[in-house]
């Protein structure tokens, strides 16, 4: 099974989100996570969100169509210090928009690299969204990597945001079915609030 999806626009500003009924799932995460990937393999679309061997290549908030009421939203990762401090703070502060006041905004999906675990970071955008009331789905990204050990510790290691992840592999479709099950639920529901924010 895959999604039909198709890219609309990137937007820069709160000016630039589309103004329309769709509810939407973001998805967020640090640089080099494996956000575009799994978008990609979610799809089944190569190069549908692109991919870059250069963390922070994602400066936009990318919104993309799925079906007739959902919209997927590829947001910039964080993290990763390798930029102009002025252009950080504008995507920080776009993310931050976005996550607070977006009434289309159903699901956040937050990717976190299985190998380390939620941070400070992850802690505060999950914070952010419950206070929302926006649903939390977590997805433990390159568990192809992971001993067996590993895999075994990882309910302890995610238990801060209280929230079971998904395990997931971009390069071997672990996981891709239940977050695209879980996503296609949101079809059901009616869009969040009005067409967007005035």
Do not use: Q
Request: net charge positive; glycine share 8%.
């Amino acid at each position: 099974m895959k999604l039909a999806v198709r890219f609309v626009t990137s937007a820069f500003a709160p000016a630039g989100y589309p103004r329309w009924e769709r509810a939407e799932i973001a998805f967020a995460g640090r640089s080099n996570v494996g956000k575009s990937s799994l978008l990609n393999a979610l799809a089944g679309v190569r190069g549908l969100a692109r991919t870059s061997r250069t963390p922070g290549r994602t400066r936009s908030l990318n919104f993309f169509e799925l079906g007739e009421a959902l919209a997927l939203v590829d947001l910039p990762g964080f993290g990763y210090a390798a930029m102009a401090h002025t252009e950080a703070e504008r995507i920080a502060a776009l993310l931050r928009d976005y996550l607070a006041t977006r009434r289309n905004l159903a699901a956040l999906v937050m990717l976190i690299d299985a190998r380390r675990g939620p941070a400070d970071e992850e802690r505060e955008l999950a914070a952010m969204v419950a206070r929302r009331g926006i649903d939390l789905i977590v997805i433990a990204t390159k568990c192809d990597k992971l001993r067996a050990s590993e895999r075994a510790a990882l309910p302890k290691l995610f238990a801060a945001l209280a929230v079971k992840p998904i395990l997931s592999s971009a390069r071997d479709g672990e996981g891709v079915d239940t977050l695209r099950r879980r996503i296609f639920h949101y079809g059901a529901r009616p869009a969040a609030g009005a067409a967007a924010r005035d």
